[in-house]
């Protein structure tokens, strides 16, 4: 009776350091703050910054937490939300319940690829999800790929005008204002290959 091959879970699939944040702890403190989470615990480094003669010596700290330590640990919890805020602290919290954002790890050019091929409606609804999902949502190159998939070939007519106007527009450019434009183009085109040869 044959087996069927085992799937590596998505988790097994991560590197072993999953999160790194660094900051420096609000004002009039000058010290630094490290926080890493891997695979297995919550890493948290400090640097004392001090001109009191007591702290020159004073040597960086660390602690290291089990996922499941840091869960049950208040006061590293308020630490941390002090320091980097309460979204990293929620972000931290997820992955040390196992709940990871494994999209948010995909290469820029991989989320593209996969945006591209979204419905118009759902690429603006995930434009608004993230400041990084924004820059992605109305970048150039997403839409250079949005009209590849909708017209199969770009001429180089097409590619010029677009890089002139940007893809974004392009794309959203009725067809006859695009025939319009490329009229224009060739007339000025025509126009000035006329003037050189005068």
Known sequence: ??????????????SDTLFEARGQAPAP???F????VTKKEVIFRWWKIS?????????????RESHEDFLDDPSLQ????????????????????????FLVRLPDQLLMRIISYLELEDI????????????LCNSDKLWEMVVQNL????TPEMRSLAQEVG???????????????FRRRREMGSDSSESMSD
């Not at 703050?33 to 890493?36: D, K, N, R």
């Open 33 to 36: 703050y490290q926080l890493i």
């Open 151 to 154: 017209s199969g070939k770009i």
């Open 167 to 181: 893809w974004k527009q392009f794309f959203f450019t009725n067809k006859i204002q695009l025939q319009q434009q």
């Open 51 to 63: 001109l009191r003669s007591e702290y020159r010596e004073a040597r960086p700290g660390e602690l």
């Open 1 to 14: 009776m044959a087996t069927a091959r085992r799937r590596p879970k998505m988790a097994s699939l991560l």
């Open 29 to 31: 403190s000058k010290d």
């Open 78 to 101: 308020i630490q941390i939300a002090i320091i980097f805020g309460a979204d990293t602290l929620d972000h931290t919290f997820n992955m040390c319940r196992g709940q990871f954002d």
């Open 124 to 135: 603006t609804r995930l434009s608004q999800v993230s400041h990084r999902f924004a820059a």
